[in-house]
């Protein structure tokens, strides 16, 4: 079981974000505890009103690379090892914008390995922390929610995501 630093609410959203997968890497499953974090914030996300008060409802699609809202893949790459980056050379086949979502430690490595790979193929490349700090960030300023309660959102979301797997489950959520 994950768990949060204490006095977490004190702290930024990424750190405390790192600090869980982390952990979860710790016990060999950051892969696990990534993808349900991430698919925890784009819920979060579609949950604010910029989505919710479209007149045509946006949803989350599942896609065998991580998840699609239109024409855009989110893709949580795992690592930064030889074959998991082998994927990364199938990206312009699926024809859709690409957010690459690494691991915190890995960024740099990551979208070196992304220019080398695909020089011809936009891809963004984030850090997972960074990237769901700014997914939450902007959601609950559009929802006018206090920080704390936002984190409590994602997390319990991810909760929903992981009960399956209670060795990634957050402590107290």
Known sequence: MLELPDNWEAYSIG???????????????????ARAMTQSSLEFMLSGPRWTNRPNRTTLIPHSRGWRINKWLFYVLP?????????????PKFRCNVDLIVPPWATRLARHVVEAVLPRYHVDVYSISSYIDLRVLWTRIDMD????????NLFQRYS??????????????
Do not use: C, N, W
């Open 79 to 91: 690592s930064v090892e030889d074959d998991v980056l082998d994927e990364l050379a199938e990206l």
């Open 145 to 152: 929610m206090p920080r704390s309660d936002a984190l409590s």
């Open 160 to 173: 929903l995501f992981v009960r399956s797997m209670p060795v990634i489950a957050i402590k107290g959520f």
């Open 15 to 33: 750190y405390v974000l790192t600090e869980l997968l982390r952990q979860a890497r710790a016990i060999g499953h950051y892969t696990g505890a």
